[in-house]
């Protein structure tokens, strides 16, 4: 799958992941200059150097008030604007391990998806913290974790309140109306149908889409996001098509040769009734506070296929 899912781990990137760890490895072998936090300090103190390996997580550190305690971010991480400013360590299939150390983090911020990362670094003595972000609650779950590692718990509190009420504003709103099957694309090959990811499952595309009034047609999968055949799509029949292309800089001739692929599945009813959309907003793949602009699009793209 290309980058730009950048909440989804690639099954093809495994062996870079696994070249990264081993650089660490050996990194902290060779680098024995490299300044290391004091772990006594750290446990008598809040951190005031973090070091975010998620843009998810540099959302949410922001979103509860943190800047100058920001340390380094990803080269993904790009709101809110202050996040640009920042120190970069590149991402997760390209980790710059020199930088991350040089920047003497006094906590590092990571994902499930880096957890071998983690425990590397937890060996070098740093401390880590590793936030689920796979569903809505992992993200809630996530903010009042974050929270409490920096010492914002009133804020996490009220930031993971307001993203609960968003959404059981959304459901209790579209518990009467009658729902409208979707199917949610992650990723496909370009300009052909195949290697489609969609959303399955227990991911947080499903969670917000039934708040939303949606029916997402693979929720009934055993995993958050499977590659469904044409046919199974064809069968399924969603009433309304959004395949996501986070990040790109599309003009209107792109979305239409990107919507024109579909014509192969004339006989599915989004294709018939042109309900194909293409959504490119960085913030629909990333777990954080920005969730609820996800919700929102949701529910307005529902009703419009009404």
């Known amino acids: ?3 730009r899912a950048s909440h989804i781990v690639k099954p093809g990137r495994a062996l870079a992941a696994l070249l990264a760890l081993c650089a660490l490895a050996a990194l902290s072998a060779s680098c024995s200059r490299a300044p290391k936090p004091d772990p006594a300090a750290r446990d008598a103190n809040l951190p005031s150097r973090i070091v975010s390996l998620s843009p998810g997580a540099t959302e949410i550190m922001f ?22 400013a920042k120190p970069r360590v590149g991402g997760l299939y390209d980790l710059n391990f020199e930088a991350l150390i040089s920047l003497n983090p006094d906590l590092v911020i990571l994902t499930p998806a880096t957890s071998d990362i983690a425990k590397e670094l937890d060996r070098m003595g740093y401390r880590t913290l590793v936030t689920p972000n796979d569903t809505f609650n992992d993200v809630v779950a996530s903010v009042i974790s974050i929270g409490a590692a920096v010492g914002k718990t009133k804020e996490a509190a009220a930031l993971a309140d307001e993203m609960t009420s968003a959404l059981e504003d959304a459901r209790a709103a579209s518990a009467s109306k009658k729902p409208v099957s979707v199917m949610v694309v992650v990723d496909r090959a370009p ?79 989004a294709v018939k009734n042109n309900r194909i959309l293409v959504w490119t907003e960085d913030y629909v793949a990333r777990p954080g506070p920005r969730l609820v602009l996800l919700l929102d699009k949701f529910r307005r793209a529902v009703d419009d296929a009404r």
């Open 1 to 3: 799958m290309r980058k």
């Open 63 to 84: 979103a509860l008030g943190l800047d100058s305690e920001i340390a380094g971010v990803t080269n993904y991480c790009n709101y809110p604007p202050e996040a640009a």
């Open 191 to 269: 300009g052909s149908l195949q290697g489609l990811y969609v959303a399955g499952k227990g991911s947080y595309f499903t969670e917000l889409l039934d708040a939303s009034g949606g029916k997402n047609i693979f929720d009934d999968s055993s995993i958050y996001y499977p590659q469904p055949s044409l046919e199974e799509i064809i069968s399924r029949n969603p009433a309304l098509i959004i395949e996501t292309r986070l990040g790109e800089n599309l003009s209107e001739a792109d979305i239409r040769r990107i919507v024109s692929d579909w014509k192969a599945l004339g006989d599915v009813d």
